[in-house]
């Protein structure tokens, strides 16, 4: 019994699952505050059940369309342009980290100009990076690839660097070439921090799409965002983007480790590992 109370306290599934409904006790709260307070609560916070509710409402809201496909056509255009981005700035940013510790030069000219791209807020690059292409779509997919190249250099860079010494003088020995010590030790070993990367670039890229989408009107879930703010359409089109593009971003990171699972070497020695002590 004392066992199973101890597994049910380290089980993942159930921190997890008290946090949902510690989320989902908190909204409701406010969701009644608000309720009473005579304004209609449909229009600040509604409750959980009426946002679902909404996903499944086959009225129309904009253009002859419900809620869920007013979301699921932007959501096209968004997470296509955050997509790109996203692989445009993963492999700028294993390539620069790559740079990097090949020359000691490239990292401190790259180094402060990495450090500066992440302070300047995605609304005040959003319009520089627009005045420099001249086009929306373009500037977008800019937008999600610099947010995602630097968490990727980053890491990738860091793991890079945890090699140890040992390892080094082991190549060293077998006279091993440059490009050997770095396909067959350094890159090997810097994918858990290359991941690390992805798991913090995927969703910053899907909400820097989203937030570049509220300043232009030609698609996209941020400019549905605005407009059901300002009423154009149903206040639960918001709601419904608020929730989509919560899920969104946490399958994003998720796939990301599901991935890494499948192709990091060390994953798959702990898989291995873990299978020989189950039997």
Sequence with gaps: MKKVINNIRNSKALVKLVWVLGIVVIWEIFA????ATKRTPENILPHIWQIIASFFDPKPVANGMSCTQVVLVNAGQTLSRAGQGFLIGTLIGFILAILMKLSRIVEKIAAPYLMLIQLIPILGMAPIILAMTHDIGSSRIIIAAILTFYPVATNTLAGLNSVEKAKYELMYSYAAKKSTIYFKMLIPSCI???FTGLKIAAPMAI?????VDTLQGDGGLGCMLSQSLKHAMSIYVFWDIVVFSAVIGVLSCSL???IEKLVSPLKRIERKTKKKGAA
Excluded: C, D, E, R
Excluded at 32 to 35: G, H, K, L, S
Excluded at 207 to 211: D, P, R, V, Y
């Design 32 to 35: 009644f505050v608000v309720a």
């Design 192 to 194: 858990p921090y290359f």
């Design 207 to 211: 909400t820097a799409s989203i937030l």
């Design 256 to 258: 990301m480790g599901w």
